[in-house]
């Protein structure tokens, strides 16, 4: 193709040459400079880092098996009739564009149906279709080299309780994987319908994120139409999102491209994923004694930080709330205190219990684990609770964000 050729400047090509001489014993044929390049520009044009980057990917591959997903992966069905989004078409110039609604998703159903590692595999699945199948096709038919995808992630209807831990922690094990297994795989990002609670979701996204993957994301409000319809004609953009294409039988949201989830259907669930899809190490186990209680002070010092918790018994529920001190005491009676999640006897046996609340004042929460109701009973208790400050996201370029 006429485009491809590599440019780079004669410290580049130096830099570039001693980096592919390191690597020369794992090239494979897949690997051409275009590829090989990326590793570098991911570590900026450090090679032992960049080294490092590749080894550790084609090791990762290895023992992960991801060249059989093409070939030999057959995705569970729960996921294909579930999992939200879709390639809905390409940009003007040609690159690939994949929309999720992250709404839209039953994230505790898909934790009753499939595993943390099931869930990974599956988009590992989407990502080497889209690098290996999807993006040659587009080469050919655009006529220049296209290895990059364009993400837009719909925030509408995004609640705080769509920040369940288990969904976050997979979603920034997702980020991870990307950034060290796909450098440069990304064209550009989009945000939209950003809710008033975004600086508190991207300051949990942000450390996983690259400096150069932050520098090509745009986060916009409500107002976002007209700026996708700069990148991206309106042919291949829904009507639901500001365009003109339709499903045959008239449907805006064009569900035949893009997975608008769902509720799952119960009979897709499976037992005992509880100890599979935690990471117990990062627990704390106590037991809570009959007609006792258990007090965890957290300090606040910004508003609009966010006070997150994820926590399960065996055998027993147990009570749950949140309050705010009202004085310095720390003897403070939990019935003099502000109320900020009333106490509630929870069901944490038979499902983990996650949630968040943001704090919009400042002073010292209170999480506190009741079993005083329980005069025969103690109550053996895992949790992990964290304490998010919301970021700014001065490196993101945000736009048109007056409604959040």
Known sequence: ??????????????IFDKFKLKVKDIIRPEHDDFNLVKWLKA????????????????????????????????PPEVLTKYCPGGLLGTTKEGYPVWLEVLSVADLRGFYNCVSNKEALQFRGWIVEKLIHQ????????????????VYI???????????????????LELIRIAEAHYPEALKAGYVINAPSFFPVAYSLVKPFLAEDTRKKIRVYGSNYKEHLLKEIDADQLPVHWGGKAKDPDGDPYCRSK?????????????????TENNDLSKFTGVTVQNGSSLQLDFPI???KTLLSWHFFTDDNDIGFGVYRRTTSDQRQKVSDMEVVLASERVNS???????????????????RFDNN????????????????????????????????
Not at 134 to 149: N, Q, V
């Open 1 to 14: 193709m006429a485009s491809d050729a590599l440019v780079l400047t004669s410290a580049q090509k130096e």
């Open 43 to 74: 570590r900026s044009w450090d090679i032992p880092k960049a080294e490092k980057m590749f080894r550790d990917d084609q090791e990762w591959r290895r023992v992960n098996e991801i060249d059989k997903l093409l070939t030999s992966y057959e």
């Open 134 to 149: 999807t993006c040659p096709e587009l080469s050919k038919k655009f006529g220049k080299r296209i290895d990059m995808g």
């Open 153 to 171: 992630v719909d925030m509408q209807g995004l609640t705080l309780k769509h920040l369940w831990k288990p969904a976050v922690d997979l979603y």
């Open 258 to 274: 893009i997975n608008m989830g769902g509720t799952i259907p119960e009979k897709y669930y499976r037992k005992k994923l509880l």
């Open 301 to 303: 010092n910004v508003k």
């Open 349 to 367: 046996h038979v499902i983990p219990e996650s949630g968040h609340i943001q704090c919009d004042k400042t002073g010292t929460y209170v999480v």
């Open 373 to 404: 109701y329980s005069w025969l009973n103690n109550k053996k208790l895992f949790y992990l609770i964290e304490v998010n400050e919301p970021d700014a996201g001065k490196d993101l370029q945000v736009i048109d964000s007056t409604d959040f």
